[in-house]
């Protein structure tokens, strides 16, 4: 029994698999920067905010 056609077969499904999920872990992973440099960004805001509400009130 030769399995070496069936392999061959298989490869490029495989690599376009491995391809696409490797897209897709890096969409993934910049959504997931970006929602955090945003949550970083906001918090800052605040905190500047807060700091300029409660220095006019002195």
Same mark, same amino acid.
């Given at each position: 029994?030769? #399995?070496?056609? +069936? ?17 897709? @872990?890096?969409?993934? !992973?910049?959504? /997931? *920067?970006? /929602?955090? +440099?945003?949550? @970083? ?6 905190? /500047?905010? !807060?700091? *300029?509400? !409660?220095?006019?009130? #002195?």
């Amino acid at each position: 029994m030769n #399995i070496g056609p +069936a392999l061959a077969a298989l490869i490029p499904s495989v690599g376009v698999g491995v391809i696409f999920w490797i897209a897709i @872990r890096a969409l993934v !992973n910049a959504d /997931r *920067t970006e /929602r955090a +440099a945003l949550a @970083r960004m906001d918090r800052e805001d605040a905190a /500047r905010a !807060n700091e *300029t509400h !409660n220095s006019s009130e #002195i």
